[in-house]
C-alpha cells in the first residue's frame, strides 16, 4: 500500500467518545475528501448490476403507476383485473432474476470490502487506488462472504421476538374484532404496530452494526471470519458500547430510509410520467451509489472510534488496510 497524502487524514489524538453527530460530521467529510474514489470503487460493480437488473426486469418501475391504475379503477371489475394483470406482469420474477439478484448480491460483498478498505486507509490518512481496493478486497472476499452469511443467521434468531409480538398484537386485534370493541381495537392496533416497529429497529440497528464492526474488522484486523465476529460481537455489546451500538445503528437507517424513500418516489414519477423504464434504474443506482458511500463512510468511522476508544489502540492506523501481496 503507498503511504500518500497521511497529513490529511481526518482523525485527532482526542480519546473522549465521539458523538453521532460528530461522527456524522467526519463521515460527510471524508466522503467529500474522497468522493471520486468512492463513487468510482462503487461504479465498478454498481453499473453492472443495475444494467442486468433492468434487462432482466425493465418494467419493475411500473408497479407504483400499476398500483396506482388498481386504486382508480376500484368498482370496475374489469379494469381492476386488467390492472392485477399488468402488475403481475411488470413483476414476474424468472430464475434469470433470481440468479442476477443472487449473484448482485455476492459481488456487492466484494464492492463493500473494497469500499472499507478505500476508506479505513483515507481515515488512517492513506490515500489507496481503486485498483490497490479491489486487489486487497478479493483477498478478503471469502471470508466477508462468511461473515455476511454468520450475521444473517444471527439476524434470523434475532428477529424471534419480533414475529412473537407481531404475532400476539395480531391476536389482539383479531381477539378485539370479534368482541366488536372498536376503540380498544384502534389503541391496541395503533400501539401494537408501533411497538413492533420499535422493536424491529431496536434489533435490527444492533444486528446491523455489529455485522458492519465485524466486516471492518475481515479488512483491517483479522482474515479470520470467526474472529472478526468475535471482534465485532464484542466490540458492539461490551459495557458502555451497547449503546452507542443502537445509536449508530438508528443513524444508519435513519439516513437510508430518508435517502432512500425519496429516491423511490422520485423514480417512480419521472418512469410513469416519460415511460422510460431505464430512467428508474438510473435514479436509484445514482442514488444507491451516494447513500452507500455515505453509510459506508459512518461504518468505517463509528468503528475506528469503538476500536480506539474502548481498546485503547493508536489513532493513526498506517498499516490499515495491510497492503496487498
Known amino acids: 500500500m503507498h503511504a500518500r ?33 468512492i463513487v468510482a470503487v462503487l461504479a465498478v460493480v454498481s453499473v453492472p448490476i443495475i444494467v442486468l437488473q433492468a434487462l432482466v426486469s425493465p418494467h ?73 481496493a479491489y486487489r486487497f478486497a478479493l483477498r478478503r472476499w471469502f471470508p466477508l462472504i462468511v461473515v455476511s452469511l454468520a450475521f444473517l443467521v444471527l439476524g434470523g434468531f434475532a428477529a424471534v421476538p419480533i414475529v412473537i409480538a407481531y404475532l400476539v398484537v395480531l391476536l389482539a386485534v383479531v381477539a378485539l374484532a370479534a368482541l366488536h370493541q372498536t376503540v380498544a381495537l384502534v389503541i391496541v392496533g395503533v400501539l401494537g404496530v408501533l411497538l413492533v416497529i420499535a422493536l424491529a429497529s431496536v434489533v435490527g440497528s444492533l444486528v446491523f452494526m455489529a455485522y458492519e464492526l465485524s466486516a471492518v474488522a475481515v479488512v483491517t484486523e483479522t482474515a479470520s471470519p470467526i474472529e472478526a465476529i468475535g471482534i465485532g460481537l464484542r466490540r458492539a455489546f461490551a459495557p458502555g458500547m451497547k449503546r452507542r451500538t443502537l445509536i449508530a445503528g438508528l443513524v444508519v437507517l435513519l439516513v ?70
Request: charged share 15%; with cysteine.
Open 5 to 37: 497524502e497521511r497529513s490529511r487524514g481526518v482523525q485527532n489524538t482526542e480519546l473522549r467518545p465521539l458523538g453521532a453527530g460528530e461522527m456524522l460530521d467526519r463521515a460527510i467529510t471524508l466522503f467529500v475528501r474522497r468522493f471520486a474514489a
Open 60 to 132: 419493475a418501475g411500473q408497479v407504483f403507476s400499476d398500483m396506482g391504475r388498481v386504486i382508480s379503477a376500484a368498482g370496475n371489475a374489469a379494469a381492476s383485473r386488467e390492472a392485477a394483470d399488468a402488475i403481475s406482469r411488470d413483476n414476474q420474477t424468472g430464475p434469470i432474476a433470481v440468479i442476477v439478484a443472487l449473484g448482485a448480491a455476492v459481488v456487492r460483498v466484494l464492492m463493500w470490502c473494497a469500499l472499507v478498505t478505500l476508506l479505513a486507509a483515507a481515515y488512517a490518512g492513506v490515500q489507496t487506488t481503486i485498483g490497490e
Open 256 to 325: 437510508s430510509w430518508v435517502g432512500t424513500l425519496p429516491l423511490i418516489g422520485l423514480a417512480a414519477v419521472l418512469t410513469a410520467i416519460t415511460h422510460i423504464d431505464a430512467l428508474y434504474f438510473a435514479i436509484l443506482g445514482a442514488g444507491g451509489v451516494l447513500l452507500d458511500g455515505i453509510v459506508a463512510a459512518f461504518v468505517v468511522v463509528f468503528a475506528v472510534d469503538a476500536r480506539v476508544r474502548r481498546e485503547g489502540f493508536d489513532l493513526v492506523l498506517p498499516e490499515t488496510p495491510p497492503a496487498p501481496a
